[in-house]
């Protein structure tokens, strides 16, 4: 089993830049896919950004494209996501997610494991 804990959430001001990190417990995470993901009061969960288990391919949703950044280090079994330019619309609970599939997917189902959720809010 795989354990995720997401931090690094907060309030911020449009335009702002805020780091979320996922760290990983009870197996290496080296071997996994990974992604962020983010759900709206009263929306569907949906895919932020994506990467493979060696970091070379990574993927984004369109909103995000050019602003967000994920990595991952995997010796310190850990996820993160390097959000700039932040917008009221970026405003959400943000899930790391980690699965075994080849690629980073960009649906849910295509995630083993799943955080808790942290919290962002960008005021305008």
């Known amino acids: 089993q795989v354990q995720l804990v997401e931090s690094g959430g907060g309030l911020v001001q449009a335009g702002g830049s805020l780091r979320l990190s996922c760290a990983a417990s009870?197996?290496?995470?080296?071997?996994?896919?990974m992604g962020w993901f983010r759900q709206a009061p009263g929306k569907e969960r949906e895919f932020v950004a994506g990467?493979?288990?060696?970091?070379?391919?990574?993927y984004y949703a369109a909103s995000v494209k050019g602003r967000f950044t994920i990595s991952r280090d995997n010796a310190k079994n850990t996820v993160y996501l390097q959000m700039n330019s932040l917008k009221p619309e970026d405003t959400a609970v943000y899930y790391c997610?980690?699965?075994?599939?080849?690629?980073?997917?960009?649906?849910?189902?295509?995630?083993?494991?799943w955080g808790q959720g942290t919290q962002v809010t960008v005021s305008s």
């Open positions: 997610a980690g699965g075994t599939t080849v690629v980073a997917g960009s649906r849910t189902y295509d995630y083993d494991y």
């Open positions: 009870g197996r290496t995470i080296s071997r996994y896919v």
């Open positions: 990467i493979n288990w060696s970091g070379f391919s990574t």
